[in-house]
T-cell receptor, first 114, second 111 residues
Framework: NAGVTQTPKFQVLKTGQSMTLQCAQD?????MSWYRQDPGMGLRLIHY???????DQGEVPNGYNVSRSTTEDFPLRLLSAAPSQTSVYFC?????????????FGSGTRLTVV | GDSVTQMEGPVTLSEEAFLTINCTYT??????LFWYVQYPGEGLQLLLK?????DKGSNKGFEATYRKETTSFHLEKGSVQVSDSAVYFC??????????FGAGTILRVKS
């Protein structure tokens, strides 16, 4: 049981480049989300999905795009990278309503935009 | 909007010391409250949770009580170990699965 798998673990981009951060879970969780972690700011919600074909914006969605074609996968796309998007990105999944297990988090992707 | 405020760190303690990390929240209605822990280089793990007023969450020697009258959910442990060194996040959830996190508190335990 792999849990939540994020790739890549590290990435350096040049300003203006695009890329996709991958996230996959094998727990049949309905709910998936993307957070970014910045020093002194905790984790902020970028986008989330309550099931295949359904996505919605979180607190800081600008510059990011998502889709959910399957239950297992929830990729995050950076359309035109900017230095302000330098951060650590976490994907998380859960059953509906968080139950007693809360979220399962991936190990993160550390992105640097130069 | 909803928010979570945690005490600033880093918190540095000697092994076997008593730990308190303060957490207060602002939210309408009746949120569920959580503590997550992040060990170096890893993602977050759920440490404990409480879903209604006066509930006490506990796990691995850590405890927190949901105090609606003071809008607080302070994390405590009676005797910390070096292995408890990590970043601790307080969070709330009110609707569905969306979590609102505090800024995190770094805990360093010295042997």
């Amino acid at each position: 049981n792999a849990g939540v798998t994020q790739t890549p673990k590290f990435q350096v981009l040049k300003t203006g480049q695009s890329m996709t951060l991958q996230c996959a879970q094998d727990m049949n969780h309905e709910y998936m989300s993307w957070y970014r972690q910045d020093p002194g700011m905790g984790l902020r919600l970028i986008h989330y999905s309550v099931g295949a074909g359904i996505t919605d914006q979180g607190e800081v969605p600008n510059g990011y795009n998502v889709s959910r074609s399957t239950t297992e996968d929830f990729p995050l796309r950076l359309l035109s990278a900017a230095p302000s998007q330098t951060s650590v990105y976490f994907c998380a999944s859960s059953y509906e309503g968080l139950n007693n297990y809360g979220y399962t988090f991936g190990s993160g992707t550390r992105l640097t935009v130069v | 909007g909803d928010s979570v405020t945690q005490m600033e760190g880093p918190v540095t303690l000697s092994e076997e010391a008593f730990l308190t990390i303060n957490c207060t929240y602002t939210a309408t209605g009746y949120p569920s409250l959580f503590w997550y822990v992040q060990y170096p280089g890893e993602g977050l793990q759920l440490l404990l949770k409480a879903t209604k007023a006066d509930d006490k969450g506990s796990n691995k020697g850590f405890e927190a009580t949901y105090r609606k009258e003071t809008t607080s959910f302070h994390l405590e442990k009676g005797s910390v170990q070096v292995s408890d060194s990590a970043v601790y996040f307080c969070a709330l959830s009110k609707y569905g699965n969306k979590l609102v996190f505090g800024a995190g508190t770094i805990l360093r335990v010295k042997s």
